[in-house]
């Protein structure tokens, strides 16, 4: 028996799927009311997961048997098939206690258990019947905070290294104008992408809207003389490429005796635990100091990443979501982690530096 689980909002919904996939004569083999996936599942909300197999025989020659007693109801419109738990207006079953509760809706927006089972430990026992999302939020910062690196001061050099595509140039643009924006102050840019010249004309042409000193650095040399001539704090744009690349080897000999030097490796939030472990070990040589996690609005979660930074004791050092110069950035604080892994659409995008 071919046998495969359609999730959707209604049973009516979920037979027509079954029907679509499998065809008329697939048998319903379970019924079940599971956490919507995603945010969905954080504000409470369920679905329906039905479990269907189309009939064959098995290796004996006889009748594959039935899985349940719902396994001989034939696929159909009419409401009184289902079970009545299942019934369009049924209601979802609670959860056995007001803590597995609070531990289901954390899982459903993406934690692991371990950690959702530490946010809710945090919470009182009075808070577990009736807890808002900012006691949550609270909650899980209080775990995160080693994450965060939160309102850090600028170094002498901040480089920003990572693969390709993943938002460099326009994380950068995005520290130095908000920068710009509230304190008056430019921090100094430099093009250090030699492989792509439109890298380097997008970080100029940003440079020049929001008043920055912009110097492209296209050899080793370059780059040593801008940063030992520059009077602001350098944002150095590099390229995406593979670290095995003789261009990184060089920058990592140029700054790594250098004091004053914090390195950023971009990385982009719908990242996968697997990725992040291989990106974390092919960039290892560069020494990474913190991460900047991008494109968090393409994410569905961003506890799998957070899980591999917190197994490497790296923190966050900026968030950012969308391609808005400079609204779509924030700093890492633990308040601002814990808004975006439970997506509170509170979280400020803008003037966060």
């Given at each position: 028996?071919?046998?495969?689980?359609?999730?959707?909002?209604?049973?009516?919904?979920?037979?027509?799927?079954?029907?679509?996939?499998?065809?008329?004569?697939?048998?319903?083999?379970?019924?079940?009311?599971?956490?919507?996936?995603?945010?969905?599942?954080?504000?409470?909300?369920?679905?329906?997961?039905?479990?269907?197999?189309?009939?064959?025989?098995?290796?004996?020659?006889?009748?594959?048997?039935?899985?349940?007693?719902?396994?001989?109801?034939?696929?159909?419109?009419?409401?009184?098939?289902?079970?009545?738990?299942?019934?369009?207006?049924?209601?979802?079953?609670?959860?056995?206690?007001?803590?597995?509760?609070?531990?289901?809706?954390?899982?459903?927006?993406?934690?692991?258990?371990?950690?959702?089972?530490?946010?809710?430990?945090?919470?009182?026992?009075?808070?577990?019947?009736?807890?808002?999302?900012?006691?949550l939020q609270r909650a899980l910062a209080t775990q995160l905070e080693a994450l965060a690196a939160g309102h850090e001061s600028y170094s002498r050099v901040e480089v920003f290294i990572g693969p390709p595509g993943v938002g460099k140039t326009t994380t950068i643009a995005k520290i130095?104008?908000?920068?710009?924006?509230?304190?008056?102050?430019?921090?100094?840019?430099?093009?250090?992408?030699?492989?792509?010249?439109?890298?380097?004309?997008?970080?100029?042409?940003?440079?020049?809207?929001?008043?920055?000193?912009?110097?492209?650095a296209r050899t080793i040399e370059d780059l040593e003389e801008a940063i030992t001539t520059g009077r602001h704090s350098l944002l150095v744009d590099t390229a995406g490429r593979s670290p095995q690349d003789g261009g990184l080897r060089d920058l990592r000999r140029l700054l790594g005796?250098?004091?004053?030097?914090?390195?950023?490796?971009?990385?982009?939030?719908?990242?996968?635990?697997?990725?992040?472990?291989?990106?974390?070990?092919?960039?290892?040589?560069?020494?990474?100091?913190?991460?900047?996690?991008?494109?968090?609005?393409?994410?569905?979660?961003?506890?799998?990443?957070?899980?591999?930074?917190?197994?490497?004791?790296?923190?966050?050092?900026?968030?950012?979501?969308?391609?808005?110069?400079?609204?779509?950035?924030?700093?890492?604080?633990?308040?601002?982690?814990?808004?975006?892994?439970?997506?509170?659409?509170?979280?400020?995008?803008?003037?966060?530096?």
């Amino acid at each position: 028996m071919q046998v495969k689980k359609f999730r959707q909002a209604t049973v009516k919904e979920a037979l027509r799927a079954i029907r679509e996939d499998l065809g008329p004569s697939a048998l319903v083999l379970n019924t079940e009311m599971v956490s919507a996936s995603g945010w969905r599942g954080w504000v409470g909300m369920r679905e329906v997961e039905v479990t269907a197999g189309v009939a064959g025989q098995l290796s004996t020659g006889r009748p594959a048997a039935s899985k349940s007693r719902f396994a001989d109801t034939h696929l159909r419109e009419d409401a009184t098939a289902r079970p009545a738990h299942l019934r369009e207006d049924a209601t979802a079953r609670p959860a056995s206690t007001p803590r597995e509760n609070l531990v289901a809706r954390l899982l459903a927006s993406g934690l692991d258990r371990t950690l959702a089972e530490s946010v809710v430990g945090n919470l009182t026992q009075a808070e577990f019947r009736g807890a808002s999302l900012k006691d949550l939020q609270r909650a899980l910062a209080t775990q995160l905070e080693a994450l965060a690196a939160g309102h850090e001061s600028y170094s002498r050099v901040e480089v920003f290294i990572g693969p390709p595509g993943v938002g460099k140039t326009t994380t950068i643009a995005k520290i130095a104008a908000q920068e710009r924006a509230r304190k008056g102050q430019p921090l100094g840019l430099v093009g250090a992408d030699a492989f792509r010249a439109g890298a380097v004309e997008q970080l100029r042409t940003y440079a020049s809207i929001i008043g920055a000193p912009f110097r492209v650095a296209r050899t080793i040399e370059d780059l040593e003389e801008a940063i030992t001539t520059g009077r602001h704090s350098l944002l150095v744009d590099t390229a995406g490429r593979s670290p095995q690349d003789g261009g990184l080897r060089d920058l990592r000999r140029l700054l790594g005796s250098r004091r004053g030097v914090r390195t950023h490796l971009v990385m982009a939030g719908d990242t996968s635990a697997a990725s992040a472990r291989r990106i974390l070990d092919a960039y290892y040589d560069a020494r990474p100091d913190r991460v900047v996690i991008s494109k968090i609005d393409e994410a569905e979660s961003l506890s799998p990443l957070l899980g591999v930074l917190s197994e490497r004791n790296l923190p966050v050092s900026y968030l950012t979501t969308g391609q808005r110069v400079p609204e779509d950035l924030n700093r890492a604080t633990a308040e601002n982690l814990a808004g975006v892994v439970l997506r509170d659409s509170q979280v400020a995008w803008a003037g966060a530096v």
